[in-house]
């Protein structure tokens, strides 16, 4: 029975234990900064200085560095960019950097699921490499931290800085052909898959016909295909227009049998026997 209560409170001790939570002493933190039309999110944690020489002792010179503390530094960019002039594609990548008392290498990797730098590491896992300059600033930052500066429209200034130290990274978007292509579409009006999907959901619910047709025909006159040219006879065939109703659903059957689509040959197929009756 004694063995069996002091079991117990034991079990219970450590369940107890097992749930007191401390604070982390690296915290993590995550920015997400808008630059242009593009996002950028940086997920890290933050090692505080508590009165150690950090770069060149700590952190030392010469040797990749997770650029933080636990988990990698994680960047994720929502559209391509350009790194201090590299072309890096739009997605989500490590962030590690080998310090030096006069050039900082950054580097992306494309293998987010590590746990500080990998061992072994990967050249072939990169994405960019560049160098940088550091800055010397005339205060201590006690916690490590990135941010940006310097906003623009096409560009911004990833810094990473601590201790004495600020590294500022470029980066840059192509914002304005973005911008061109948004503007291009708008003033050349709806598209076709615009006037197919508005025509759709007016007959699909019971709405203006005369409308939904006008929309469809729209559509197919921009961009025919067969998806496009079945709602068409639907849509004529419940205003009464059977004649026309089957002349659009044969062509809508020829483009099936194009792209070798049995389904839509068929729909037609019944279609045109029950509007011809």
């Known amino acids: 029975m ?6 117990f409170l034991i079990s219970s001790f450590a369940n107890v234990y097992a749930q007191v939570t401390t604070p982390a002493p690296s915290p ?25 020489i950090i770069f060149g002792d700590l952190v030392p010179y010469g040797k990749i560095w997770r650029t933080g503390a636990n988990a990698c530094t994680k960047i994720t960019f929502s559209d391509d960019v350009e790194l201090e002039g590299v072309k890096v594609p739009k997605g989500s990548y490590a962030l590690f950097t080998i310090p030096g008392e006069n050039t ?62 600020l590294v500022p990274i470029k980066l840059r978007f ?19 898959n615009d006037y197919y999907q508005a025509a759709r959901y007016y007959f699909e619910n019971n709405k ?12 197919n006159q921009m961009d ?7 709602v068409e006879s639907l849509i004529l065939a419940k205003l009464g227009r059977k004649s026309e109703a089957i002349e659009v659903a044969q062509k809508s059957k020829a483009k099936a049998i194009e792209a070798k689509n049995d389904e839509y040959v068929k729909m037609n197929d019944d279609s045109i026997k029950e509007w011809s009756n």
């Open 2 to 7: 004694k063995k069996l209560l002091i079991l």
């Open 28 to 52: 993590t933190s995550k920015i997400e900064q808008k630059i242009g039309l593009a996002t950028v999110t940086v997920e890290y944690s933050r090692p505080s200085k508590k009165n150690r």
């Open 104 to 165: 900082w290498e950054v580097i992306l990797y494309n293998d987010i699921t590590v746990s500080g730098v990998p061992d072994p590491f990967e050249v072939s896992k990169e994405v960019a490499h560049v160098k940088v300059t550091p800055e010397l600033i005339p205060y201590t930052y006690e916690s490590f931290t990135i941010g940006f500066d310097a906003l623009r429209n096409e560009s911004a200034i990833l810094q990473i800085i601590w201790e004495t130290s």
């Open 174 to 192: 192509d914002t304005d052909m973005k911008v061109m292509k948004s503007i291009e579409k708008v003033m050349a009006g709806p598209s076709s």
């Open 208 to 219: 203006d016909l005369n409308l939904s047709l006008k929309w469809i025909q729209l559509a």
């Open 224 to 230: 025919p295909q067969f998806w496009k040219l079945r």
